[in-house]
């Protein structure tokens, strides 16, 4: 049972006379439900389509009502809602259901020319897609919090969704085949500087010896921003922990022998010790 609200209902021409929203009846053809509203003006029957909100709203947010971000949210609710759900026979129910179709493709379809930079704009905003699809036309699958990139019926990246105009969105792996070519370029590139954290590391570690940066790169091809960036961090703090022991031991065995020659000195002035002459 839905309101008569504009995502349902595009216009009312009367009581039993309503025009739905096309989306809305894409998605009951899709899943094969009956779409059902309340009467206008009749505050008894919106009791009963409210009323679950408000219930879950209760037992979800009343305990915990701040979060660090959108897929903590999403995480929070889902484990929430599998407590909720412990005792219910929704298992045996789904025996007797129809198979489910694939996930409902909510999205917008457009297509674009990858530019001579590697880039695919989207809404006022550039998006890196691979290098050698440059030129290429590409079908774009625009979610609510991201964006897909189709060449020839596969998929070949995805970004999370953008919504500040004239930004541009970068992988830097869309573009390690140029960089092998001319490792001096990445030092300047768009694609690094976009990655502060990245571009940081480079900057302390691998300014002099830009190739080794990019091997790095290809080796963790595919692998999150994130995850690389502490993968990175990771290998650079065991490697200065070795340098560091590395020195100390050396420290150590300087200092030991330059007290054994001390000690043979000081025995051979008091004429303990005989050396052959």
């Known amino acids: 049972m839905y309101d008569n609200m504009k995502a349902v209902v595009s216009k009312i021409e009367s009581k ?22 309340c009467n206008p003006y009749s505050g008894n029957e919106k009791g009963s ?3 679950s909100v408000d219930v879950l709203r209760n037992r979800l947010f ?11 949210v999403r995480k929070y609710i889902d484990s929430q809602l599998k407590k909720m759900n412990k005792g219910s026979e929704i298992l045996i129910e789904q025996e007797y259901l129809s198979p489910a179709p694939p996930p409902y493709e909510l ?3 457009s ?21 050698e699809l440059v030129g290429k036309r590409v079908c774009v699958k625009k979610y609510y919090d991201e964006v897909r990139i189709i060449f020839d019926f596969v998929e ?13 969105i970068v992988d830097i792996s869309h573009f390690l085949n140029a960089f092998g070519k001319k490792p001096g370029a990445i030092e300047d590139s768009v694609a690094l500087k976009s990655i502060p954290k990245l571009k940081d590391i480079f900057d302390r570690y691998y300014s002099e010896n830009p190739r080794k940066f990019i091997d790095i790169l290809q080796e963790n091809k595919g692998c999150d921003v994130d995850n690389l960036i502490a993968k990175m961090q990771k290998s650079i703090k065991n490697k200065g922990d070795l340098v560091a022991k590395n020195v100390i031991k ?12 001390l000690s043979d000195y000081s025995k051979l002035a008091k004429g303990v010790v005989n050396y052959d002459v």
């Open 250 to 261: 050396s420290e150590a065995s300087i200092e030991c022998k330059t007290k054994n020659i």
């Open 49 to 51: 389509v409210e009323r």
């Open 16 to 37: 039993n006379d309503k025009k739905l929203n096309d989306e809305i009846v894409k998605l009951a053809s899709y899943y094969g439900f009956k779409i059902k509203t």
């Open 156 to 168: 070949v990246c995805r970004h999370k969704r953008c919504f500040e105009k004239g930004r541009d």
């Open 62 to 72: 009343s305990l915990n009502q701040k979060f660090d971000s959108l897929e903590t």
């Open 107 to 109: 999205a917008e379809f």
């Open 111 to 131: 297509e674009g020319v990858v530019s001579k930079y590697g880039f695919v704009s989207v809404d006022s905003v550039r998006y890196s897609v691979p290098e």
